[in-house]
């Protein structure tokens, strides 16, 4: 993942209440917001993204940087959860027909969790595939250059346990993902952060956010911010759904302090899987608001 493709930092952090003192930062720096208790993220009302919505399940959202492909997953066609891709023109414009990616595809095993990174030249997704207790694990595919092949995926070991562990997009400039796993509880998922020392090296061993152990709630779909401040995640108890929230913490080795609800996405339905955009402008998550789990957009209001 190119780190140029990050534009979050220092840019429109504002439009979530906070100043930033640093204009990027690495593991372990600090950095420090400017606001003790910053308002809730405030959100225009979220639209279907054109292009995406079908009859069929559609969840797992994430982009490129430019927002001109979209990765998700899917049961259309009749498949079995699979890994699908859209591109487009520009950002303003309708994603073209999908496309299922078959090169990550295995054809009878479940795919679930697409993470695509910001050059997108990485897609990180979970699957069944091989698994010797019958959970999920990581794997990973790359590419050389956008529009050509992905390559033959393989399993992320560093991330992978006995449990079920799914993988979220990379934050604090590529550098840390916040995993998604149940190592520590079968019933629901819990989010653990696992670190790399730069972006094309190898993952260390994961580590339990304990400030989101919630009991009998899930933190799962982590969505880190570039400075590394901010997490947007789902939770919800094991047979309801889930709704949107956002923690915050003061600094990138400090807790998260603070939790609040997305008050202006949230309903009555399942709403989950969020990514934002490098900008801080468009947000995206899915949600079965419709009977159907789609894949949604709302532009990020300026404070």
Avoid at 84 to 104: C, D, I, K, L, Y
Avoid at 161 to 182: C, E, F, N, W, Y
């Amino acid at each position: 993942m190119s780190r140029r493709s990050h534009g979050f930092v220092g840019t429109r952090l504002a439009a979530f209440g906070v100043s930033i003192v640093f204009s990027g930062c690495g593991v372990g720096k600090l950095v420090t917001l400017g606001e003790v208790s910053p308002p809730v993220p405030r959100f225009d009302p979220p639209r279907l993204v054109a292009g995406i919505d079908s009859p069929d399940k559609n969840d797992n959202p994430t982009l490129t940087g430019d927002l001109l492909e979209i990765a998700f997953t899917s049961d259309r066609d009749g498949l079995n959860s699979d890994i699908w891709t859209a591109q487009r023109t520009s950002a303003s414009s309708a994603f073209g027909v999908p496309q299922r990616v078959g090169a990550v595809n295995d054809p009878i095993a479940f795919e679930s969790s697409s993470a695509i990174s910001l050059d997108g030249l990485t897609l990180w997704f979970g699957s069944d595939r091989g698994s010797l207790t019958g959970d999920i694990d990581v794997w990973v595919s790359t590419r050389g250059a956008r529009g050509t092949s992905w390559s033959a995926p393989v399993s992320v070991p560093a991330l992978n346990s006995a449990a079920r562990d799914i993988p979220r997009p990379t934050g604090l400039g590529g550098l840390v993902m916040p995993l998604s796993t149940t190592r520590d509880n079968g019933d629901v998922y819990r989010t653990w952060f696992c670190s790399r020392a730069g972006i094309n090296a190898g993952f260390g061993t994961p580590t339990p956010v304990v400030e989101l152990n919630f009991p009998g709630r899930s933190t799962v779909d982590g969505f880190l911010t570039d400075d590394g401040l901010s997490l947007f995640y789902s939770s919800g108890d094991a047979l309801g759904p889930s709704d949107l929230y956002i923690a915050r913490r003061q600094t990138t080795s400090g807790p998260f302090t603070l939790f609040q609800a997305l008050g202006d996405l949230n309903t009555a339905a399942d709403d989950r899987d969020p990514w934002l955009s490098p900008d801080g402008t468009r947000f995206f998550f899915a949600s079965d608001r419709s009977g159907t789990l789609q894949i949604y957009e709302a532009a990020v209001r300026p404070p």
